[in-house]
């Protein structure tokens, strides 16, 4: 029997113990956050806004019609610096199409969190997906594929055929190196979301021809890394 890929992920559990959204605002209110900020429907732009003014808190909302969405930004008045600072970011940070750790770590600082809080936010997220603005692709390779890779410094997959497989609805288990069949490697890497979307569609599973490998190298956002035993390297 072939190993099934899926047993290495399992769904995301829901958080627990995340403030709701009344701490936040007790929270800046206090001065222990400087700025909070929700996405949500007009009903909730009307709660926050009344909550926020419950606690002399200034709200700020800003519509953005390319994701239909609305934000709230609730801060004081002294912070309100920010509020522009943190849209400007989103204005420029695409540039070159993508997002990056650079930007990332400057929206957290924005929203209040310390440098302890943003280098272990950036290490969770690097450990969940190869590159920002991507999607994530997988194999499973054996030694002689490795080798391969590894011989072109894992720039790409080479010019073998390879399988790729996506996991758009679960988390990889913290188990999952002690899960893998002898001899093999879980690969990942970050591609252009169109090319992938183009050459995987809907399917969570697909054996690719070298001239498509080809392609998928081409569109690659990241090195290929490999699972270890102390995360993915």
Same mark, same amino acid.
């Given at each position: 029997?072939? !190993?099934?890929?899926?047993?290495?992920?399992?769904?995301? #559990?829901?958080?627990?113990?995340?403030?709701?959204?009344?701490?936040?605002?007790?929270?800046?209110?206090?001065?222990?956050?400087?700025?909070?900020?929700?996405?949500?429907?007009?009903?909730?732009?009307?709660?926050?806004?009344?909550?926020?003014?419950?606690?002399?808190? &200034?709200?700020?909302?800003?519509?953005?019609?390319? =994701?239909?969405?609305?934000?709230?930004?609730?801060?004081?008045?002294?912070? =309100?610096?920010?509020?522009?600072?943190?849209?400007?970011? $989103?204005?420029?940070?695409?540039?070159?199409? +993508?997002?990056?750790?650079?930007?990332?770590?400057?929206?957290?600082?924005?929203?209040?969190?310390?440098?302890?809080?943003?280098?272990?936010? =950036?290490?969770?997220?690097?450990?969940?997906?190869?590159? $920002?603005?991507?999607?994530?692709?997988?194999?499973?390779?054996?030694?002689?594929? #490795?080798?391969?890779?590894?011989?072109?410094?894992?720039?790409? !997959?080479?010019?073998?055929? &390879?399988?790729? !497989?996506?996991?758009?609805?679960? &988390?990889?288990?913290?188990?999952? &190196?002690?899960?893998?069949? +002898?001899?093999?490697?879980?690969?990942?890497?970050?591609?252009?979301?169109?090319?992938?979307? +183009?050459?995987?569609?809907?399917?969570?599973? #697909?054996?690719?021809?070298?001239?498509?490998?080809?392609?998928?190298?081409?569109?690659?956002?990241?090195?290929?890394? !490999?699972?270890?035993?102390?995360?993915? #390297?």
């Amino acid at each position: 029997m072939s !190993f099934d890929p899926a047993r290495l992920f399992e769904r995301p #559990r829901s958080p627990r113990g995340v403030s709701s959204d009344a701490v936040e605002l007790d929270a800046v209110a206090a001065g222990k956050k400087p700025m909070a900020m929700f996405v949500g429907d007009d009903d909730e732009v009307a709660q926050w806004s009344a909550h926020a003014g419950t606690r002399n808190l &200034v709200a700020t909302c800003h519509a953005d019609p390319k =994701l239909g969405e609305v934000h709230v930004f609730v801060t004081r008045a002294d912070q =309100l610096w920010r509020i522009p600072a943190y849209l400007a970011l $989103w204005e420029t940070a695409f540039v070159d199409g +993508r997002w990056s750790d650079a930007a990332e770590n400057l929206a957290s600082f924005l929203l209040g969190y310390s440098k302890a809080e943003r280098k272990a936010w =950036l290490a969770r997220q690097r450990h969940a997906f190869p590159a $920002w603005t991507a999607a994530t692709v997988y194999a499973l390779l054996t030694d002689p594929e #490795r080798a391969v890779i590894e011989g072109l410094g894992r720039r790409c !997959f080479g010019s073998q055929p &390879v399988t790729l !497989f996506t996991r758009r609805d679960g &988390v990889l288990k913290a188990s999952a &190196v002690t899960q893998l069949p +002898r001899g093999q490697t879980l690969a990942r890497a970050g591609l252009d979301v169109a090319t992938a979307h +183009r050459l995987l569609g809907t399917a969570t599973t #697909r054996a690719l021809t070298t001239k498509q490998v080809a392609t998928i190298n081409a569109a690659m956002l990241s090195n290929v890394q !490999f699972l270890t035993k102390s995360g993915w #390297r």
